[in-house]
C-alpha cells in the first residue's frame, strides 16, 4: 500500500496520494523551468529585443530616406507602421505585451478553475506550452512580414508566444504545494528559477556561437552588433527562434512524464465549463475570508509591477539610452557588451536566489523581500543616471542578484501562505492574474511615460513608485494568517 498512486513506485498518477518530497516528481517539476525560461532570455531579453530594435530601425531608415551608415538623427524615435499609425518601435513593443498579459489574466483564473474541477491541468501546462513554442518558431518569419508593411502579423506571433508562456506558468507552478512541504518551498522555488538560469544561458550561448561562427566566414567577428544590422538576412539569427521552441518542448518532456494531472479524485460531471466558473467562485469565496494572503497578494501586485516591468523593458532600455562606443568600421553604436551583460543577470541571478533562500530561513520571507524591494528602488535611481557600459555593467549585476531571489522568493511566500485545499490551480489564479495585471499596468505606465517625456529614463525612474508601494503594503503583512467571517 505505500506505493498506492505510484506506477511502478516513482511516478505519481492523477490521485490525491502524491508523495511530496519525493525526488523524482521534484526534479521533473524543476525542469519545466530549465525548458520555459529560454523564451524568457532570448526572446524577452536577449536576441529578439535586439533583432527587433534592428530590424524596425533598418525599415525605418529604408522608408524614410535615411542611408544605412547614418545614424538616426538625436531626438528623433525610430516608429512603425502599426494599423496606419505612426508608433514608437519600443513603446508599440510594450503595448503589445501589455495586450498580451490583460488576456492572460483573464483565461488564466477561468481555465484554473476548469481544470481544478476536471483534474487535467497538466493537459492545459501542455497545451500553453506547445502554444507558445509554435508561436516562438514563427518568428522565424518576423523580418520578412516587416518588410512587407505586415508587422501587425509578425507581432500576433509575439502575442501568442507570451500567452503561452505565461498561462503555462499558472498550472506550473500550482504544483509546487502539491509535490513538497512548506518548509521546502523557498529551496524548491529557488532551485527551479537556478535551473531557469543555467538553461536559458546554454541556449543563448549556442544561439551566439550560431550566429557568431557564420559571421566568421563573412570576415564579421569583430563584435556581435555588425552582424545582426548589416547581414541580417544571411545571418542565422532567425533560427535561434526556432531553437527556442525545439527546446521548449523537448525539455518539458521530462516534466510531463512524471507530475500528474492533479491531486484531486473529484467525480467529473457534464457542464465542466460552468463547473470551472462554480469552482472558481467557491475559491474566491475563500479566498476573500483569509487576511495574511490578500495583504501578501496586493504587496505582490505591486512590487511585482515594478520586477517585471525592468524586466521586459531592460534591453530596450539599454539599447536607446546606454553611451555604446562607436564601432570603427561601421560607424555604428557597438552595443555587443549588452549580451554579455545580460548573461551577467542570468549568471547571478541563479545565485541570488539560493542567496535568497538561506537569507529567508534566518530572518524570514517578508523581511528578505523587503531588503530586495529597497535595493530595486536604487535599481531605477540609477538607471536614470547612468550612461556608460561600465555603469550599465554594475546596475546589470545587481539587478541579476535581487532578479532571481525576489522572483523565488515571492512564488515560494505565495505557496506557504495558502490554506489547506485540493484547488491549487485557482488559487494560483490569483496570483498570475494579479501578476499579468499589474504588468499591464506597468509596461501601460512605462510606454506612456516614453511618449509623454520623449524620455526613456523617465519611464524606468517611475517604476520606482511600484517598489516604494510595495515595500510599504509588505509591512502589512501580518506573521500570522486570521479567517474573517
Not at 476548469?114 to 487535467?120: L, S, V
Request: glycine share 8%; proline share 3%.
Amino acid at each position: 500500500m505505500e506505493n498506492e498512486g505510484l506506477i511502478d513506485g516513482n511516478i505519481p498518477q492523477v490521485g490525491k496520494h502524491i508523495q511530496k518530497g519525493d525526488k523524482r516528481t521534484i526534479r521533473g517539476w524543476v525542469m519545466y523551468d530549465w525548458a520555459n525560461s529560454v523564451y524568457n532570455l532570448v526572446i524577452s531579453s536577449a536576441i529578439f529585443p535586439i533583432f527587433y530594435d534592428t530590424v524596425t530601425t533598418n525599415h525605418y531608415k529604408s522608408t524614410h530616406g535615411i542611408a544605412d551608415t547614418d545614424s538616426i538623427p538625436d531626438g528623433v524615435n525610430v516608429t512603425v507602421n502599426f494599423f496606419g499609425w505612426e508608433v514608437s518601435n519600443s513603446a508599440l513593443m510594450s503595448f503589445v505585451l501589455s495586450a498580451s498579459f490583460l488576456l492572460v489574466s483573464f483565461l488564466s483564473p477561468l481555465l484554473s478553475g476548469i481544470a481544478d474541477y476536471r483534474g487535467n491541468k497538466k493537459r492545459f501546462l501542455q497545451f500553453f506550452c506547445y502554444l507558445g513554442a509554435t508561436a516562438c518558431i514563427s518568428l522565424f518569419y518576423f523580418n520578412d512580414l516587416l518588410e512587407n508593411d505586415l508587422i501587425e502579423v509578425g507581432l500576433l506571433s509575439l502575442f501568442i508566444a507570451s500567452i503561452g508562456f505565461w498561462n503555462s506558468l499558472v498550472f506550473y507552478n500550482s504544483y509546487l504545494p502539491e509535490i513538497a512541504e512548506p518548509k521546502d518551498h523557498d529551496k524548491i522555488s529557488a532551485r527551479g528559477f537556478s535551473m531557469g538560469y543555467f538553461g536559458s544561458m546554454l541556449l543563448l550561448v549556442i544561439c551566439l556561437l550560431l550566429i557568431k561562427i557564420p559571421a566568421l566566414t563573412f570576415g564579421y567577428f569583430d563584435d556581435y552588433a555588425k552582424v545582426t544590422p548589416d547581414v541580417i538576412e544571411a545571418m542565422p539569427v532567425k533560427y535561434c527562434f526556432i531553437l527556442v521552441g525545439i527546446w521548449w518542448i523537448a525539455f518539458s518532456q521530462l516534466t510531463y512524464r512524471v507530475l500528474p494531472n492533479t491531486t484531486s479524485n473529484r467525480v467529473k460531471e457534464k457542464g465542466y465549463i460552468w463547473k470551472g466558473f462554480s469552482e472558481l467562485k467557491k475559491v474566491f469565496i475563500e479566498f476573500r475570508k483569509t487576511f495574511r494572503l490578500k495583504r501578501y497578494l496586493t504587496a505582490f501586485f505591486f512590487f511585482n509591477t515594478g520586477v517585471q516591468t525592468v524586466m521586459l523593458m531592460a534591453t530596450y532600455f539599454a539599447k536607446k539610452e546606454i553611451d555604446w562606443p562607436i564601432d570603427k568600421m561601421t560607424g555604428k553604436p557597438n552595443d555587443s557588451g549588452l549580451i554579455i551583460a545580460i548573461l551577467l543577470i542570468q549568471l547571478l541571478g541563479a545565485a541570488g536566489a539560493f542567496i535568497m533562500s538561506r537569507v529567508s530561513q534566518r530572518i524570514g520571507n517578508i523581511k528578505t523581500l523587503g531588503i530586495s524591494i529597497v535595493i530595486w528602488v536604487g535599481v531605477c535611481g540609477g538607471a536614470f543616471l547612468i550612461h556608460t557600459p561600465v555603469e550599465f555593467y554594475a546596475l546589470a549585476c545587481t539587478v541579476g542578484l535581487v532578479m532571481g531571489g525576489v522572483q523565488a522568493m515571492a512564488r515560494s511566500t505565495y505557496s506557504k501562505f495558502l490554506p489547506e485545499t485540493e484547488d491549487h490551480a485557482s488559487y494560483f489564479s490569483f496570483y498570475d492574474a494579479t501578476e499579468k495585471i499589474g504588468i499591464v499596468c506597468g509596461t501601460l505606465f512605462f510606454g506612456t511615460m516614453e511618449l509623454v517625456f520623449n524620455d526613456m529614463r523617465f519611464s524606468v525612474l517611475s517604476v520606482a513608485f511600484f517598489f516604494v508601494a510595495g515595500l510599504l503594503m509588505l509591512f502589512r503583512v501580518p506573521k500570522e494568517e486570521r479567517v474573517l467571517a
